[in-house]
């Protein structure tokens, strides 16, 4: 009995473990919305980019950005400093992936996917689509 009872303390431990990040809401590499409204955006040269972004299909109501975390490339960068530009201007800006072959990887079984390579095109977004500030 004590036995059984370790092994499920010991495995309630490694699963508070591991969700722990997710529920500080710590920046996420999975699921990448094909098209987003970008908020932020962060370059860790050698190592990450990270996105400030809301996605579309949440409607426009839906104000509480979410942190994507991108491996690092140069073509990446190049695109992320553009897109930084225009909102440090004051420009709204539309995130758009791009699902071509190669450039995602599958995580598991719920259908996460990784985005792997710059396949992310920002666009202007219409002042339209700009949520209000409240």
Same mark, same amino acid.
């Given at each position: 009995?004590?036995?059984?009872?370790?092994?499920?303390?010991?495995?309630?431990?490694?699963?508070?473990?591991?969700?722990?990040?997710?529920?500080?809401?710590?920046?996420?590499?999975?699921?990448?919305?094909?098209?987003?409204?970008?908020?932020?955006?962060?370059?860790?040269?050698?190592?990450?980019?990270?996105?400030?972004?809301? %996605?579309?299909?949440?409607? *426009?109501? /839906?104000?509480?950005? #979410?942190?994507?975390?991108?491996?690092?490339?140069? +073509?990446? =960068?190049?695109?992320?400093?553009?897109?930084?530009?225009?909102?440090?201007?004051?420009?709204?800006?539309?995130?758009?992936?791009?699902?071509?072959?190669?450039?995602? %990887?599958?995580?598991?079984? *719920?259908? /996460?996917?990784?985005? #792997?390579?710059?396949?992310?095109?920002?666009?202007? +977004?219409? =002042?339209?689509?700009?949520?209000?500030?409240?």
């Amino acid at each position: 009995m004590k036995t059984l009872c370790n092994v499920v303390v010991v495995g309630y431990f490694w699963a508070v473990y591991s969700s722990w990040p997710g529920i500080q809401g710590w920046p996420t590499e999975r699921d990448l919305p094909d098209q987003f409204f970008l908020h932020a955006v962060n370059i860790d040269e050698p190592n990450n980019i990270y996105l400030w972004g809301t %996605e579309f299909t949440q409607g *426009l109501g /839906q104000t509480e950005p #979410r942190a994507y975390r991108l491996p690092y490339s140069p +073509a990446l =960068h190049d695109k992320v400093d553009k897109a930084t530009r225009k909102l440090r201007k004051g420009l709204p800006v539309i995130g758009q992936v791009a699902n071509t072959a190669g450039a995602i %990887e599958e995580l598991g079984n *719920l259908e /996460q996917v990784q985005i #792997r390579d710059a396949n992310i095109n920002f666009i202007d +977004a219409p =002042h339209s689509l700009v949520p209000g500030k409240n």
